[in-house]
Nanobody, 113 residues
Framework: VQLQASGGGLVQAGGSLRLSCSAS????????MGWYRQIPGKQRELVAS??????DYGDFAKGRFAISREKAKNLLYLQMNSLKPEDTAVYFC?????????WGQGTQVTVSS
């Protein structure tokens, strides 16, 4: 399984970014897909996930971020709005299938104040 995240960059506080993740195979073939982030010195944390059961968000992401999938392009998205400096992190695409976790290489998101 290969995951490729893109769309990170530098944005001012209050701005928006949309991350994309491409995957080998159909994105609907995985038990779940999602986004995690890692802030330097902290553990990797869930941003958002999506599965047949629905979506799940980290508390900090609720109301600001939205996860979605586009079948035609076979892409997973993370729309991030009202970004804050504390959202600065490396964002990783994640997929799980048959209880095995797969990770993309990460994309840097930097939010300036």
């Amino acid at each position: 399984v290969q995951l490729q995240a893109s769309g990170g960059g530098l944005v001012q506080a209050g701005g928006s970014l949309r991350l994309s993740c491409s995957a080998s195979g159909s994105i609907f073939s995985y038990d779940s897909m999602g986004w995690y982030r890692q802030i330097p010195g902290k553990q990797r944390e869930l941003v958002a996930s999506i599965s047949i059961s629905g979506t799940d968000y980290g508390d900090f992401a609720k109301g600001r971020f939205a996860i979605s999938r586009e079948k035609a392009k076979n892409l997973l998205y993370l729309q991030m709005n009202s970004l804050k400096p504390e959202d600065t992190a490396v964002y990783f695409c994640h997929a799980r299938t048959v209880r095995i976790d797969y990770w993309g290489q990460g994309t840097q998101v930097t939010v300036s104040s």
